[in-house]
């Protein structure tokens, strides 16, 4: 290493997570840089968290629209219209709107802004663009990207990148995944008037989610008219003109306008040189990591999605905290995976922290379960067929509630509230003893008093 090298820090990706610490790096007074080949914000801002949540918006104005009847509000159908490209194009200008602010945040900071894509000559020197750039640490930030299978027809099929700049919509889509952004982009595509399959190979979605939330959910989906095909997958597409036809594991087939995986994601860790400067992965391909992010290669650090984490952005932002602590702060700082809580953007929402049922029980809890389904109180004049379900997990000797989960509008915003005291390890006999705000739906996470198991 020089002995006087230009950074203390330069940070590849500038993603959420990359983007966390080298603000916090650089107002501890560290020397950073930050490379990005692509726009400022990574996945989340640019498509991921932030554009697909206004797609959600506006898949769901229809409903809203046929739900004002039971208001008095008289819409004629008939006169409603829908313009795919005038979402894309607002899209696009809030997206643009980030990438400033985004730009803007880091300068203000003082870190320098490198666009071009990065490598490693060794474990204190970055090449971009011909340039190479001497530094006291590297991390690696560089993200996820979508994973299509390798089948036949492979490159007739989109991913969720490509559906934030599909010039216009189809009539029929298939949508190949269980994950959260299968769901989700199937209740968008729905929602928006699009005749919407979604095909899956395991026996029910979001595995990994409450047993109770992946049925209510399949339940509820259903009735926003998202065709729900398990136990099979696709095992080839053909062009068939303007249409595509799918293939399918059962020996059926399928045509469709547009087909897009949701089949995963890999660490984005490609053409880097990681292998040549020592820099190992594990089996998944992701970034290897000890427990304060140190890689295989002293000196050089990786967070976010390129570690295999939970990918999600408040994840990447602690992690982005926590290193800049340890290498510029007081060297102290540990991260807590711990009830993280998350929601899934599908229709109706679903919101969730802790422990599901089946995790309590693997982990040998003595556990009271609290559940209660109902309809929605904006539903009773709508008269949507449209329900919630609410349910908490709680620790039998100790009272404490281990998870508390939730299908229903607004879920996200209602377990944030419910994450804080979970964390702080409230008891059920505290969330009894709240009052609830009357009449909202969040009430009934303090309103359950008997249990079903």
Same mark, same amino acid.
């Given at each position: 290493? #020089?002995?006087? %090298?230009?950074?203390?820090?330069?940070?590849?990706?500038?993603?959420?997570?990359?983007?966390? /610490?080298?603000?916090?790096?650089?107002? @501890?007074?560290?020397?950073?840089?930050?490379?990005?080949?692509?726009?400022?914000?990574?996945?989340?801002?640019?498509?991921?968290?932030?554009?697909?949540?206004?797609?959600?918006?506006?898949?769901?104005?229809?409903? +809203?629209?046929?739900?004002?009847?039971?208001?008095?509000?008289?819409?004629?159908?008939?006169?409603?219209?829908?313009?795919?490209?005038?979402?894309?194009?607002?899209?696009?200008?809030?997206?643009?709107?980030?990438?400033?602010?985004?730009?803007?945040?880091?300068?203000?900071?003082?870190?320098?802004?490198?666009?071009?894509?990065?490598?490693?000559? +060794?474990?204190?020197?970055?090449?971009?663009?011909?340039?190479?750039?001497?530094?006291?640490?590297?991390?690696?930030?560089?993200?996820?990207?979508?994973?299509?299978?390798?089948? %036949?027809?492979?490159?007739?099929?989109?991913?969720?990148?490509?559906?934030?700049?599909?010039?216009?919509?189809?009539?029929?889509?298939?949508?190949?995944?269980?994950?959260?952004?299968?769901?989700?982009?199937?209740?968008?595509?729905?929602?928006?008037?699009?005749?919407?399959?979604?095909?899956?190979?395991?026996?029910?979605?979001?595995?990994?989610?409450?047993?109770?939330?992946?049925?209510?959910?399949?339940?509820?989906?259903?009735?926003?008219?998202?065709?729900?095909?398990?136990?099979?997958?696709?095992?080839?597409?053909?062009?068939?003109?303007?249409?595509?036809?799918?293939? =399918?594991?059962?020996?059926? #087939?399928?045509?469709?306008?547009?087909?897009?995986?949701?089949?995963?994601?890999?660490?984005?860790?490609?053409?880097?040189?990681?292998?040549?400067?020592?820099?190992?992965?594990?089996?998944?391909?992701?970034?290897?990591?000890?427990?304060?992010? *140190?890689?295989?290669?002293?000196?050089?650090?990786? =967070?976010?999605?390129?570690?295999?984490?939970?990918?999600?952005?408040?994840?990447?932002?602690?992690?982005?905290?926590?290193?800049?602590?340890?290498?510029?702060?007081?060297?102290?700082?540990?991260?807590?995976? #711990?009830?993280?809580?998350?929601?899934?953007?599908?229709?109706?929402?679903?919101?969730?922290?802790?422990?599901?049922?089946?995790?309590?029980?693997?982990?040998?809890?003595?556990? @009271? /379960?609290?559940?209660?389904?109902? @309809?929605?109180?904006?539903?009773?004049?709508?008269?949507?067929?449209?329900? #919630?379900?609410?349910?908490?997990?709680?620790?039998? *000797?100790?009272?404490?509630?281990?998870?508390?989960?939730?299908?229903?509008?607004?879920?996200?915003?209602?377990?944030?509230?419910?994450?804080?005291?979970?964390?702080?390890?409230?008891?059920?006999?505290?969330?009894?003893?709240?009052?609830?705000?009357?009449?909202?739906?969040?009430?009934?996470?303090?309103?359950?008093?008997?249990?079903?198991?």
């Amino acid at each position: 290493m #020089s002995d006087n %090298p230009q950074f203390d820090l330069i940070v590849i990706g500038a993603g959420s997570g990359g983007v966390r /610490l080298a603000r916090m790096s650089a107002q @501890r007074g560290a020397r950073v840089a930050v490379v990005e080949s692509r726009q400022l914000g990574g996945t989340c801002v640019n498509v991921g968290c932030v554009p697909k949540k206004l797609f959600v918006y506006g898949s769901h104005v229809q409903e +809203d629209i046929e739900n004002a009847a039971g208001y008095g509000w008289h819409v004629p159908m008939d006169k409603v219209e829908f313009d795919w490209p005038t979402l894309v194009a607002n899209k696009n200008t809030e997206i643009e709107r980030l990438n400033g602010i985004y730009d803007r945040m880091l300068t203000n900071a003082g870190v320098t802004i490198i666009h071009g894509t990065a490598s490693l000559k +060794d474990a204190n020197t970055v090449v971009v663009g011909g340039h190479s750039y001497t530094t006291r640490h590297i991390t690696i930030a560089t993200g996820s990207w979508p994973v299509v299978p390798d089948i %036949p027809g492979k490159d007739c099929i989109l991913t969720s990148n490509d559906m934030f700049y599909l010039p216009q919509l189809p009539k029929q889509a298939v949508v190949w995944g269980g994950g959260y952004i299968a769901v989700e982009f199937a209740g968008i595509l729905a929602g928006l008037g699009v005749e919407t399959t979604l095909i899956y190979r395991g026996d029910l979605f979001l595995r990994g989610f409450d047993d109770d939330i992946r049925q209510f959910t399949k339940q509820e989906i259903a009735k926003k008219g998202v065709q729900l095909r398990f136990g099979v997958t696709i095992n080839s597409v053909e062009t068939k003109g303007t249409h595509y036809r799918l293939n =399918l594991s059962n020996g059926e #087939s399928l045509e469709t306008g547009l087909v897009m995986a949701a089949t995963g994601r890999k660490a984005l860790t490609d053409g880097m040189g990681l292998d040549e400067v020592g820099v190992k992965l594990d089996a998944a391909g992701n970034v290897a990591v000890d427990e304060h992010f *140190q890689t295989s290669v002293p000196g050089i650090y990786a =967070l976010g999605d390129v570690i295999g984490t939970p990918q999600l952005t408040p994840v990447a932002l602690a992690q982005g905290m926590v290193l800049s602590r340890r290498l510029f702060g007081d060297g102290q700082g540990e991260m807590d995976y #711990s009830a993280i809580p998350t929601a899934v953007f599908c229709h109706p929402n679903i919101g969730t922290v802790g422990l599901t049922e089946e995790e309590a029980r693997q982990a040998g809890h003595e556990i @009271r /379960l609290y559940r209660s389904e109902f @309809r929605p109180m904006r539903h009773t004049l709508s008269g949507r067929d449209e329900r #919630s379900l609410m349910k908490l997990v709680v620790d039998d *000797q100790t009272d404490r509630v281990l998870g508390a989960h939730m299908v229903g509008p607004d879920a996200g915003e209602i377990i944030q509230g419910l994450a804080v005291a979970i964390k702080a390890g409230a008891t059920k006999a505290q969330f009894d003893s709240t009052l609830g705000i009357h009449p909202t739906s969040a009430e009934e996470f303090v309103t359950m008093r008997e249990p079903v198991a």
